[in-house]
Protein backbone atom coordinates (compact mmCIF):
# COMPACT_ATOMS: atom_id res chain seq x y z
CA UNK A 1 0.00 0.00 0.00
CA UNK A 2 1.32 3.49 -1.04
CA UNK A 3 -0.09 6.30 1.24
CA UNK A 4 0.15 10.12 1.13
CA UNK A 5 -1.13 12.42 3.36
CA UNK A 6 -1.59 16.79 2.22
CA UNK A 7 -2.82 18.95 4.54
CA UNK A 8 -4.49 22.06 3.76
CA UNK A 9 -4.83 25.21 6.45
CA UNK A 10 -6.50 28.15 6.05
CA UNK A 11 -8.32 31.12 7.64
CA UNK A 12 -11.17 31.34 5.20
CA UNK A 13 -13.96 29.58 3.35
CA UNK A 14 -12.66 26.27 4.80
CA UNK A 15 -16.23 24.95 4.29
CA UNK A 16 -15.69 25.75 0.80
CA UNK A 17 -12.49 23.71 0.49
CA UNK A 18 -14.15 20.68 2.30
CA UNK A 19 -16.83 20.76 0.17
CA UNK A 20 -15.14 21.51 -3.34
CA UNK A 21 -12.37 18.54 -2.05
CA UNK A 22 -15.02 15.82 -1.24
CA UNK A 23 -16.02 16.04 -4.22
CA UNK A 24 -12.95 16.08 -6.55
CA UNK A 25 -10.87 13.37 -4.65
CA UNK A 26 -14.23 11.12 -5.43
CA UNK A 27 -13.04 11.58 -9.22
CA UNK A 28 -9.61 10.05 -7.83
CA UNK A 29 -11.01 7.40 -5.95
CA UNK A 30 -11.68 3.82 -7.58
CA UNK A 31 -11.50 0.05 -6.50
CA UNK A 32 -8.14 0.52 -5.70
CA UNK A 33 -7.26 3.60 -4.27
CA UNK A 34 -9.19 4.94 -1.12
CA UNK A 35 -9.27 8.65 -0.64
CA UNK A 36 -9.83 10.26 3.24
CA UNK A 37 -10.63 13.75 4.30
CA UNK A 38 -10.03 14.99 8.18
CA UNK A 39 -10.61 18.54 9.43
CA UNK A 40 -8.87 19.12 12.50
CA UNK A 41 -8.76 23.01 14.21
CA UNK A 42 -5.45 24.73 14.67
CA UNK A 43 -6.31 28.06 16.51
CA UNK A 44 -8.00 30.17 13.82
CA UNK A 45 -7.04 27.92 11.12
CA UNK A 46 -8.44 24.82 10.19
CA UNK A 47 -6.46 21.87 8.91
CA UNK A 48 -8.03 19.39 5.94
CA UNK A 49 -5.82 16.12 6.17
CA UNK A 50 -6.25 14.69 2.71
CA UNK A 51 -4.99 11.17 2.58
CA UNK A 52 -5.09 8.76 -0.82
CA UNK A 53 -4.12 5.31 0.02
CA UNK A 54 -3.46 2.91 -2.96
CA UNK A 55 -3.66 -0.63 -2.84
CA UNK A 56 -3.04 -1.84 -6.62
CA UNK A 57 0.11 -3.77 -6.57
CA UNK A 58 2.46 -1.38 -9.31
CA UNK A 59 3.87 0.97 -7.77
CA UNK A 60 4.53 3.26 -10.98
CA UNK A 61 0.63 2.93 -10.92
CA UNK A 62 0.63 4.33 -7.33
CA UNK A 63 3.19 7.43 -8.36
CA UNK A 64 0.61 8.51 -11.72
CA UNK A 65 -2.33 8.24 -8.64
CA UNK A 66 -0.73 10.69 -6.13
CA UNK A 67 0.61 12.92 -9.01
CA UNK A 68 -3.20 12.82 -9.76
CA UNK A 69 -4.40 13.17 -6.78
CA UNK A 70 -1.82 16.93 -5.98
CA UNK A 71 -3.52 17.95 -9.49
CA UNK A 72 -6.65 17.29 -8.02
CA UNK A 73 -5.97 19.55 -4.99
CA UNK A 74 -4.32 21.94 -6.75
CA UNK A 75 -7.06 22.58 -8.99
CA UNK A 76 -9.59 23.16 -6.23
CA UNK A 77 -7.34 25.14 -4.35
CA UNK A 78 -6.65 27.57 -7.49
CA UNK A 79 -10.48 27.72 -8.06
CA UNK A 80 -10.81 28.65 -4.18
CA UNK A 81 -8.60 31.32 -4.75
CA UNK A 82 -9.68 32.96 -8.07
CA UNK A 83 -13.24 32.46 -7.49
CA UNK A 84 -13.76 33.40 -3.66
CA UNK A 85 -10.26 34.58 -2.16
CA UNK A 86 -10.04 36.97 -4.76
CA UNK A 87 -12.62 39.28 -3.53
CA UNK A 88 -10.93 39.21 -0.47
CA UNK A 89 -7.71 40.49 -1.28
CA UNK A 90 -8.85 43.06 -4.31
CA UNK A 91 -10.69 44.83 -1.34
CA UNK A 92 -7.98 44.44 1.06
CA UNK A 93 -5.72 45.80 -1.48
CA UNK A 94 -8.60 48.98 -1.65
CA UNK A 95 -8.43 49.24 1.86
CA UNK A 96 -4.69 49.22 2.42
CA UNK A 97 -3.64 51.56 -0.44
CA UNK A 98 -7.26 53.75 -1.00
CA UNK A 99 -8.28 54.33 2.44
CA UNK A 100 -8.82 57.96 1.76
CA UNK A 101 -12.11 56.72 -0.22
CA UNK A 102 -15.49 56.34 1.10
CA UNK A 103 -17.22 53.19 1.55
CA UNK A 104 -19.39 53.75 -1.63
CA UNK A 105 -16.03 54.97 -4.24
CA UNK A 106 -14.84 51.84 -2.84
CA UNK A 107 -17.26 49.65 -3.37
CA UNK A 108 -17.12 51.21 -7.09
CA UNK A 109 -13.07 50.64 -7.31
CA UNK A 110 -13.89 47.09 -5.93
CA UNK A 111 -16.34 46.62 -9.16
CA UNK A 112 -14.00 48.26 -11.51
CA UNK A 113 -10.99 45.93 -10.49
CA UNK A 114 -12.89 42.85 -11.11
CA UNK A 115 -13.59 44.22 -14.69
CA UNK A 116 -9.46 44.42 -14.70
CA UNK A 117 -8.61 41.30 -14.26
CA UNK A 118 -11.28 40.04 -16.39
CA UNK A 119 -14.07 38.92 -13.90
CA UNK A 120 -16.78 40.79 -14.74
CA UNK A 121 -17.52 39.12 -18.52
CA UNK A 122 -17.38 35.79 -19.13
CA UNK A 123 -16.89 36.29 -23.16
CA UNK A 124 -14.42 33.91 -24.94
CA UNK A 125 -10.97 36.74 -24.27
CA UNK A 126 -11.70 36.45 -20.71
CA UNK A 127 -12.16 33.12 -20.03
CA UNK A 128 -8.51 32.39 -21.77
CA UNK A 129 -7.12 35.13 -19.61
CA UNK A 130 -8.42 33.54 -16.33
CA UNK A 131 -7.61 29.51 -17.26
CA UNK A 132 -4.15 31.33 -17.73
CA UNK A 133 -4.27 32.91 -14.61
CA UNK A 134 -5.69 29.78 -13.14
CA UNK A 135 -3.17 27.68 -14.43
CA UNK A 136 0.03 29.73 -13.50
CA UNK A 137 -1.16 29.11 -10.14
CA UNK A 138 -1.72 25.84 -10.22
CA UNK A 139 1.27 25.29 -11.32
CA UNK A 140 2.87 26.78 -8.65
CA UNK A 141 0.45 24.81 -6.03
CA UNK A 142 1.78 21.63 -7.65
CA UNK A 143 5.34 22.92 -6.94
CA UNK A 144 4.68 23.36 -3.70
CA UNK A 145 3.28 19.82 -2.89
CA UNK A 146 6.20 18.00 -4.73
CA UNK A 147 8.14 18.78 -1.66
CA UNK A 148 6.02 19.77 1.18
CA UNK A 149 2.69 17.75 2.22
CA UNK A 150 1.63 20.80 4.29
CA UNK A 151 0.45 24.17 2.74
CA UNK A 152 -1.25 27.32 4.59
CA UNK A 153 -3.11 29.13 2.07
CA UNK A 154 -3.26 32.48 3.43
CA UNK A 155 0.74 32.30 3.57
CA UNK A 156 1.00 30.17 0.07
CA UNK A 157 -1.21 33.13 -1.21
CA UNK A 158 1.64 36.43 0.69
CA UNK A 159 4.38 34.40 0.17
CA UNK A 160 4.47 32.26 -3.50
CA UNK A 161 2.00 34.20 -5.29
CA UNK A 162 3.66 37.45 -5.51
CA UNK A 163 3.10 37.77 -9.15
CA UNK A 164 -0.59 36.96 -8.74
CA UNK A 165 -0.82 39.84 -6.29
CA UNK A 166 0.84 41.94 -8.59
CA UNK A 167 -1.68 40.91 -10.95
CA UNK A 168 -4.40 42.28 -8.76
CA UNK A 169 -2.74 45.80 -7.29
CA UNK A 170 -2.51 46.64 -10.99
CA UNK A 171 -6.02 45.76 -11.39
CA UNK A 172 -6.99 48.04 -8.35
CA UNK A 173 -4.74 51.08 -9.80
CA UNK A 174 -6.55 51.03 -13.33
CA UNK A 175 -9.76 50.54 -11.74
CA UNK A 176 -9.27 53.76 -8.95
CA UNK A 177 -7.65 55.73 -12.40
CA UNK A 178 -10.81 54.70 -13.94
CA UNK A 179 -12.87 56.00 -11.27
CA UNK A 180 -11.21 59.37 -10.97
CA UNK A 181 -11.66 60.30 -14.55
CA UNK A 182 -15.01 59.13 -14.44
CA UNK A 183 -15.78 61.19 -11.66
CA UNK A 184 -14.05 64.23 -12.87
CA UNK A 185 -16.16 63.80 -16.19
CA UNK A 186 -18.86 63.82 -13.93
CA UNK A 187 -17.69 67.32 -12.55
CA UNK A 188 -17.05 68.85 -15.59
CA UNK A 189 -20.48 67.78 -17.03
CA UNK A 190 -22.22 69.42 -14.08
CA UNK A 191 -20.24 72.73 -14.75
CA UNK A 192 -21.29 72.58 -18.36
CA UNK A 193 -24.90 71.99 -17.04
CA UNK A 194 -24.64 74.90 -15.04
CA UNK A 195 -23.53 77.06 -18.02
CA UNK A 196 -26.15 75.97 -20.02
CA UNK A 197 -28.96 76.55 -17.34
CA UNK A 198 -27.89 80.03 -16.74
CA UNK A 199 -27.60 81.25 -20.05
CA UNK A 200 -30.02 82.66 -21.86
CA UNK A 201 -31.30 80.81 -24.72
CA UNK A 202 -30.07 82.62 -28.30
CA UNK A 203 -32.14 79.77 -30.77
CA UNK A 204 -35.15 77.79 -30.43
CA UNK A 205 -34.10 74.95 -31.99
CA UNK A 206 -31.08 73.57 -33.70
CA UNK A 207 -29.85 70.38 -35.75
CA UNK A 208 -26.61 68.97 -35.19
CA UNK A 209 -24.89 66.89 -37.75
CA UNK A 210 -22.85 64.87 -36.57
CA UNK A 211 -20.71 62.25 -38.95
CA UNK A 212 -17.56 61.12 -38.04
CA UNK A 213 -15.08 64.00 -36.69
CA UNK A 214 -17.45 66.22 -39.08
CA UNK A 215 -20.31 68.26 -37.44
CA UNK A 216 -22.53 71.32 -38.83
CA UNK A 217 -24.96 73.29 -37.06
CA UNK A 218 -28.42 74.15 -38.59
CA UNK A 219 -31.56 75.96 -37.54
CA UNK A 220 -34.93 75.94 -37.51
CA UNK A 221 -34.89 75.91 -41.45
CA UNK A 222 -32.25 73.64 -41.81
CA UNK A 223 -29.62 76.64 -42.83
CA UNK A 224 -26.22 77.39 -40.93
CA UNK A 225 -26.76 78.85 -37.38
CA UNK A 226 -26.09 82.83 -37.79
CA UNK A 227 -23.81 83.84 -34.80
CA UNK A 228 -21.11 85.94 -34.35
CA UNK A 229 -19.38 82.92 -32.58
CA UNK A 230 -20.37 80.39 -34.48
CA UNK A 231 -20.16 82.25 -38.38
CA UNK A 232 -18.64 79.53 -40.89
CA UNK A 233 -18.70 77.01 -38.02
CA UNK A 234 -17.71 73.70 -39.99
CA UNK A 235 -14.94 71.40 -38.71
CA UNK A 236 -12.68 69.09 -39.70
CA UNK A 237 -10.40 67.13 -36.73
CA UNK A 238 -8.25 65.34 -38.91
CA UNK A 239 -5.67 67.85 -39.05
CA UNK A 240 -6.69 69.91 -35.96
CA UNK A 241 -5.29 69.02 -32.16
CA UNK A 242 -8.40 70.42 -30.90
CA UNK A 243 -11.26 67.57 -29.66
CA UNK A 244 -13.88 68.42 -32.24
CA UNK A 245 -16.20 67.10 -29.01
CA UNK A 246 -15.01 70.27 -27.07
CA UNK A 247 -15.73 72.40 -30.11
CA UNK A 248 -18.91 71.13 -30.23
CA UNK A 249 -20.20 71.20 -26.97
CA UNK A 250 -18.47 75.22 -26.45
CA UNK A 251 -20.44 75.99 -29.60
CA UNK A 252 -23.72 74.55 -28.11
CA UNK A 253 -23.27 75.91 -25.30
CA UNK A 254 -23.05 79.21 -27.00
CA UNK A 255 -26.02 79.70 -28.25
CA UNK A 256 -27.75 77.72 -25.64
CA UNK A 257 -30.46 76.23 -27.62
CA UNK A 258 -34.00 75.31 -26.17
CA UNK A 259 -33.99 72.11 -28.00
CA UNK A 260 -31.26 70.17 -30.03
CA UNK A 261 -32.12 67.20 -32.78
CA UNK A 262 -29.37 64.83 -33.14
CA UNK A 263 -28.49 63.83 -36.97
CA UNK A 264 -25.83 61.12 -36.76
CA UNK A 265 -25.05 57.99 -38.76
CA UNK A 266 -23.51 55.59 -36.31
CA UNK A 267 -24.43 55.85 -32.66
CA UNK A 268 -21.11 53.72 -32.20
CA UNK A 269 -18.44 55.88 -33.93
CA UNK A 270 -20.16 58.84 -32.10
CA UNK A 271 -21.17 57.19 -28.37
CA UNK A 272 -19.37 59.55 -26.38
CA UNK A 273 -20.25 62.91 -28.29
CA UNK A 274 -23.40 61.66 -28.37
CA UNK A 275 -23.99 60.76 -24.64
CA UNK A 276 -22.02 64.10 -23.57
CA UNK A 277 -24.74 65.79 -25.48
CA UNK A 278 -27.31 64.45 -23.56
CA UNK A 279 -26.11 64.99 -20.23
CA UNK A 280 -25.07 68.80 -20.96
CA UNK A 281 -28.56 69.68 -22.48
CA UNK A 282 -30.50 67.11 -20.28
CA UNK A 283 -34.45 67.28 -21.22
CA UNK A 284 -33.67 69.35 -24.28
CA UNK A 285 -32.25 66.39 -26.95
CA UNK A 286 -34.27 64.48 -29.22
CA UNK A 287 -32.64 62.14 -31.67
CA UNK A 288 -33.75 62.64 -35.73
CA UNK A 289 -36.39 59.74 -36.69
CA UNK A 290 -34.68 59.60 -40.02
CA UNK A 291 -34.46 62.35 -43.06
CA UNK A 292 -32.40 63.04 -45.72
CA UNK A 293 -29.67 64.68 -43.85
CA UNK A 294 -28.89 61.14 -41.70
CA UNK A 295 -28.54 59.45 -44.84
CA UNK A 296 -26.34 61.48 -46.66
CA UNK A 297 -25.23 64.49 -43.92
CA UNK A 298 -22.90 65.94 -46.67
CA UNK A 299 -20.80 68.20 -43.90
Not at 232 to 241: K, L, T
Request: charged share 30%; hydrophobic share 40%.
Amino acid sequence: MVAQIISIGSTQHIDLFKAKLGHQLKLCEGDEVKIYLEENPAGKFTFLSCSVADYGKCRCAGEDTQMLFKHYLADVISDVILNHWEDLLLREIIRENYYYFGDEEKSIIFQYSLRHINREEKDFQNTIYWLGRKNRIIQKIMDYLNVNNRINIDGFIRFRLKEYIGELRDATEKAVDEFLMEREYREFIQLLKYFVEVQEPRIDLVHVLIDGSFFKLLDEQMQPVKNEYLEGFIVNMVDSEINYEDLLISALISIAPKKVTLHYKSQESNSATLETIKSVFEGRVGKCRGCSFCKDPQI
